[in-house]
C-alpha cells in the first residue's frame, strides 16, 4: 500500500486530494500498487468537506508515520513550505510540490537531500501549472541539446494583457478586474512584476541547460507601463504584447529574460491569450516543440501533481542527480545584442508636423524603421519599430533625435524574433 499525504488543503491542495479520491482506485489498477489518500495536514478543520475524515493539523502525523511514503507540498510562501519539504525528505517520504518559490530557491539543496534520503523531490506543477513540461524537457526531449526556451508563464499577466487590448483598457483597470476575479493577488508584485515567470523560467532552464539558473539573475520588466496605446499602435503593425520568459544558449553564456515584447501574430506564441500558458522550446533534434494548456488552476495544477505522484509509483529509487546540482549557468551581458525595439514617443499632437517627424524618425534611426504612426486612442502617442540596434545605441539615437525634436521617448520594448 501506498499512502499518501497532502500539506496544505488550499485550492491546490484540494484539488488533489479531490483527484485522488476519485481516481485512486483506477490508478492503483492502472499501476498495480493500491494507492491511498491517509491525511491531509491543514489547521483547518473543514467539517463538512469530503477532506473532514482526513484532516489533522499535527505535522508529526505525517512525518512520523512510516506509512506515508508520499507527501505533497501545497503549501504557500516560502520558509515554512521549505521546512515542510525537508521534514518530509529527512523523514524519507517522497516529496511532490507546486510551490515554485521553493523550487527556485531551494531545488538545489532539496533535490541533493531526497537523493541523500533515497527519495524523489518533484516539482512538475513548479512551472506551467497544468502543463506537461517539466517530464517533456528532463526525459522525452533529453536527447536533444535544448538551445532556447520562450513562454508565457504567468497567466495573471497574460489575462491582463489580453483584456487590455480586447476591452481597451488602462493597466490600473485591468488589473481591478484581474484582482477581483482573483487572478491577481491584493500585493500584485509577484505576477505583474515579472516575478512569478523569472522564478519559472529559471527553473526550466536549469533543467534544459544541465546548469542552475538563480532566479535572481534573470533580468526582469513587468508590465506596470504598458498602455492600451501600446497596443494599439503594435496591433497596427501585426504584433501582440506579451510577458515573453525567455532564455537562450549562447557563446558567450545564458541570454535569460522576462519583459514584455511584440510577438508579431505569425509567432507560435502570439494566439496564447487569456489565463493559458504557453512554453515553446527549441531543440537540435526536435525543432520547435510547443506546451499549451492552463498554467494555474485548482484540477489543472493538481492534474500536475498527480503526474508527479505515478512518476514515482512507477520509479520509487533514487534517481541520478541532476546536472544542475554541480553546473551553474553564466549568465550572458545582453548590452551588446542587437535587437529590434519598439519606440513610443509622446509627442504634442500636431498633425502639420508629423511629417516633420516621420523624417526625423527616418534620419536619425535609419530608414527601414517601422512607423506605427498616431494612437487613435491616444493623439499624443506615436511609436515605430526600429531596426536591431543594441540597448546603447537606442539611446544614444534616441538622445540624438530628442537633440532635433524635443521630443522624448517615454517607452521600448524589445521585439520577440
Ligand atoms: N500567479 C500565477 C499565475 C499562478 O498567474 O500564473 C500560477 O503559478
Known amino acids: 500500500m501506498f499512502h499518501i499525504a497532502i500539506f496544505g488543503c488550499g485550492v491546490v491542495g484540494s484539488g488533489v486530494a479531490d483527484i485522488l479520491l476519485d481516481k485512486q482506485e483506477y490508478i492503483s489498477r492502472r499501476f498495480n500498487t493500491e494507492l491511498r489518500l491517509t491525511k491531509i495536514v491543514d ?18 502525523d505525517v512525518l512520523g508515520d512510516d506509512k506515508i511514503k508520499l507527501v505533497t507540498v501545497t503549501v504557500g510562501g516560502l520558509d515554512m513550505a521549505a521546512d515542510i519539504c525537508r521534514d518530509a525528505l529527512r523523514a524519507g517520504k517522497h ?50 541539446d535544448i538551445y532556447e526556451i520562450q513562454g508565457i508563464l504567468n497567466g495573471t499577466t497574460n489575462y491582463m494583457l489580453t483584456g487590455m487590448y480586447k476591452n481597451k483598457v488602462s493597466f490600473d483597470a485591468v488589473l481591478k478586474e484581474a484582482q477581483h476575479l482573483g487572478y491577481a493577488e ?8 515579472g516575478y512569478d515567470a523569472a522564478r519559472k523560467i529559471a527553473i526550466l532552464s536549469s533543467i534544459a541547460y544541465h546548469a542552475f539558473v538563480d532566479y535572481r539573475r534573470v533580468k526582469c520588466v513587468g508590465i506596470r507601463d504598458v498602455t492600451y496605446a501600446d497596443h494599439e499602435l503594435a496591433a497596427s503593425g501585426g504584433y501582440l504584447i506579451k510577458l515573453i520568459a525567455g532564455s537562450r544558449i549562447s557563446d558567450d553564456g545564458l541570454r535569460i529574460s522576462v519583459e514584455p515584447k511584440l510577438v508579431h501574430k505569425t509567432h507560435m506564441l502570439s494566439s496564447v491569450s487569456s489565463v493559458y500558458n504557453a512554453v515553446l522550446v527549441r531543440g ?36 541520478s542527480l541532476p546536472d ?13 545584442d542587437r535587437e529590434r525595439f519598439y519606440v513610443r514617443l509622446t509627442v504634442p499632437f500636431n498633425d502639420n508636423e508629423s511629417d516633420e ?19 487613435l486612442s491616444d493623439d499624443s502617442t506615436v511609436a515605430f519599430i526600429s531596426e536591431k540596434r543594441t540597448e546603447n545605441e537606442i539611446e544614444d539615437l534616441l538622445a540624438l533625435l530628442r537633440a532635433r525634436t524635443y521630443i522624448e521617448a517615454s517607452y521600448t520594448m524589445r521585439v520577440a524574433e
Open 284 to 319: 537540435s533534434y526536435i525543432g520547435d516543440a510547443m506546451f499549451y494548456g492552463q498554467g494555474a488552476g485548482k484540477l489543472a495544477t493538481a492534474s500536475a501533481i498527480l503526474g508527479d505522484i505515478i512518476e514515482v509509483l512507477e520509479a520509487p529509487e533514487r534517481q
Open 43 to 60: 489547521i483547518r478543520k473543514m467539517d463538512g468537506t469530503p477532506y473532514a475524515e482526513y484532516i489533522t493539523s499535527d505535522k508529526n
Open 357 to 375: 517627424l516621420l523624417r526625423n524618425i527616418k534620419d536619425v534611426f535609419g530608414g527601414s524603421v517601422v512607423y506605427l504612426g498616431y494612437a
Open 324 to 336: 544542475f546540482i554541480s553546473n551553474t549557468a553564466c549568465i550572458a551581458d545582453r548590452s551588446h
Open 186 to 193: 491584493a500585493d500584485p508584485s509577484a505576477d505583474v512584476d
Open 95 to 144: 516529496v511532490v510540490t507546486s510551490n515554485k518559490a521553493v523550487v527556485a530557491e531551494y531545488g538545489r539543496e532539496l533535490t541533493l537531500l531526497a537523493y541523500e534520503n533515497n527519495v524523489r523531490f518533484m516539482y512538475e506543477a513548479s512551472a506551467g501549472g497544468g502543463i506537461p513540461i517539466i517530464r517533456p524537457l528532463n526525459i522525452c526531449m533529453s536527447a536533444n
